[in-house]
């Protein structure tokens, strides 16, 4: 999986770089090896060298600075032919023109229709469409029972739930949902061979186009019209951009959700005090969102700004043209933003809120607030209808899905009660 070219240009860099496993085999201890790193850490993906910042003040300021952008071309190892379309995380990378990728102007172009479609008031409008969508699967869930009274609460809940709601946003008919789960978790896979990754963003981009172009000949009331449409006065976002947005909400507004949501499941079950406490209504659901956003991040790696010049952050250099990760697992438990016990879990925790999960900045993820809203949701309905809820499986058999970039696991089997 190693990209052809890249071992050259870590060859003067082997003394300290830590390696991210593609196979996520052990990722508290790679959570805990990047922090005591320090604030930078020299990182290896897949054969390529990055920085990864890991500590929450210098993410905070790193995330604001105009020197350290999402434009691909400032990258030095693509710039030179080093990393080229056969490296397996390219895809998240250059994905296509879109909010993701953009900085400045062009960037606020982009993401302020997204912005306009997901505010308060619309997300408290489409709330009883997901506490619909919720007691559907509540119901799915219990029907799934197998014999030995197993189900996977990642496939029949937490899986379809995200995409049901991103679905309804963006007017993808529920026929598609389940190829569209399908391609996001190739894609994402490290298992999947590169030129079935790329054919993979080839079909989607079909896929988008074709929406896209029947959206614009029938609009109706939907994020993809919305963005369509041009306001009076506006400039039109192109068709191209449509699609980029489209394609790169539709990942984050499902996977992050899913990763959440069985993340405080997770959580919950392995510290059976807190989770009474909640049920006995002593604390709100809200902070066990916060604090398992905090604690378990649904992103573990975010991919890629680069410096259009040196960056200096604390005692070391971040050279014009390297690239620099985002790692928000490590981040969420940085001691000196939560104290020394951040690696515990712990909902009753005062900083739980003063996280940076969903990001800072210009590129904060506008989906934080439905992410919330629908584990807001889907937890307290989870455990209200099956409060004896447990894991059928001892924790540590939970195996994580091949992701570099996303906390998720590969199957969740648990008993209803």
Request: charged share 25%; with cysteine.
């Amino acid at each position: 999986m190693n990209c052809p070219h890249a071992e050259a240009a870590l060859a003067d860099r082997n003394a300290g770089v830590i390696t991210i496993d593609p196979m996520v085999q052990d990722l508290d201890g790679e959570t805990a090896r990047l922090r005591d790193a320090g604030v930078l850490a020299r990182i290896d993906l897949l054969g390529v060298p990055a920085w990864t910042v890991t500590r929450h003040a210098e993410a905070r300021q790193l995330l604001v600075d105009p020197r350290l952008v999402k434009d691909i071309d400032a990258w030095g190892l693509w710039q030179s032919g080093v990393v080229t379309r056969a490296w397996p995380l390219i895809g998240m990378i250059d994905a296509g023109r879109s909010m993701f990728t953009v900085d400045g102007s062009e960037h606020r172009r982009l993401r302020t229709k997204t912005s306009q479609a997901l505010t308060p008031r619309r997300l408290e409008a489409i709330r009883p469409d997901i506490e619909k969508f919720t007691e559907e699967l509540l119901d799915a869930l219990d029907a799934a029972q197998g014999e030995d009274g197993v189900v996977d609460l990642k496939a029949v809940f937490a899986q379809p739930l995200p995409m049901k709601v991103v679905g309804m946003l963006m007017g993808v008919d529920e026929s598609q949902h389940a190829m569209l789960t399908r391609q996001y978790k190739a894609f994402f896979s490290m298992l999947t061979p590169q030129d079935e990754r790329l054919a993979l963003l080839a079909e989607l981009d079909v896929f988008y186009t074709d929406l896209v172009r029947e959206k614009t000949a029938r609009p109706t009331d939907d994020l993809t019209s919305a963005l369509i449409l041009a306001e009076e006065g506006g400039d039109p976002l192109t068709e191209e951009e449509v699609v980029g947005n489209l394609k790169a909400m539709v990942a984050a507004g499902h996977e992050t959700t899913i990763g959440l949501v069985l993340n405080a499941v997770r959580a919950l079950l392995s510290h059976p005090d807190q989770l009474r406490s909640v049920l006995a209504g002593e604390i709100g659901w809200d902070a066990v969102v916060e604090e398992t956003l905090r604690w378990d991040t649904p992103t573990t790696h975010l991919l890629m700004r680069f410096a259009t010049e040196d960056l200096a952050v604390g005692d070391q250099v971040i050279r014009k043209g390297e690239g620099v990760v985002i790692s928000y697992r490590a981040i969420g438990r940085d001691a000196e933003q939560h104290g020394p016990d951040a690696d515990a879990f712990d909902i009753t925790r005062p900083t739980r809120n003063r996280h940076m999960t969903f990001g800072h900045g210009p590129h904060i993820c506008p989906g934080a607030a439905l992410s919330r809203v629908e584990a807001g949701i889907a937890l307290p309905a989870l455990f209200g209808r099956f409060p004896g809820l447990r894991l059928a499986v001892p924790d540590e058999e939970i195996t994580k899905l091949p992701v570099m970039t996303q906390n998720d696991m590969a199957t969740f089997p648990v008993l209803l009660g």
